[in-house]
């Protein structure tokens, strides 16, 4: 075997490597400038929801659908760089509610099983106890399952127009009981107005 003397400058870097230092620096600390100058740029990344504010979705790719809808209560925010047309989420305290609306939509039951999928898969969660939910107030008809998890409970609940436009209301709490008032759907389908096909 041979033998390999390395020498050090007084960065106790090898000598001749400084510029490999250099870009391997500025990779690391390039993204982070970027990112934190465009979060500057941006603004606040949380936007707050004022109590009794029409908030307004329409549905994507096809714009055949719009829900206007007003969130229950005070104390609401939003990820506000991440506004999106068609689905937004909204905190409180603890309780996690996401709002979508879907056009051309055939089959209310069914849009509630695909939408369910992605969340129990995701979160370790499971779905049960489908039913009938009819909201009196907005006129809006569809169905409503419970969402369970280890220290989690909540609701999906999708309703329609019945010419093919969709809300979808997903609301989710620390808890045991999906019949708790926190995750109750009526305070919200009774404020959606549900326009569209």
Do not use: C
């Not at 400038?33 to 929801?49: F, K, M, P, T």
């Not at 992605?118 to 169905?143: F, H, K, M, W």
């Not at 620390?174 to 926190?182: I, K, L, M, R, S």
């Amino acid at each position: 075997m041979g033998e390999v003397t390395i020498s050090l400058n007084r960065l106790g870097l090898e000598r001749g490597r400084m510029w490999q230092a250099v870009v391997a620096a500025l990779a690391i600390a390039l993204p982070i400038g970027v990112w934190i100058g465009l979060e500057r740029a941006l603004g606040d990344s949380v936007q707050n929801i004022g109590a009794g504010e029409t908030l307004y979705l329409q549905s994507y790719p096809v714009a055949g659908a719009s829900l206007a809808f007003e969130l229950p209560g005070e104390g609401w925010t939003s990820p506000g760089i991440h506004f999106a047309e068609q689905r937004q989420n909204f905190t409180r305290d603890h309780l996690t509610a996401s709002v979508e609306v879907d056009s051309g939509v055939d089959s209310l039951r069914r849009l509630l099983e695909r939408r369910a999928e992605p969340i129990v898969a995701q979160n370790g969660y499971t779905y049960n106890n489908l039913r009938e939910y009819t909201d009196e107030t907005s006129g809006l008809a569809g169905y409503r399952a419970d969402i369970l998890g280890i220290d989690t409970a909540g609701s999906i609940t999708i309703v329609g127009n019945d010419k093919g436009a969709a809300a979808i209301l997903v609301l989710l709490a620390p808890g045991e009981d999906p019949e708790a008032d926190e995750v109750d759907p009526a305070p919200y389908t009774a404020a959606f107005e549900l326009e569209g096909a």
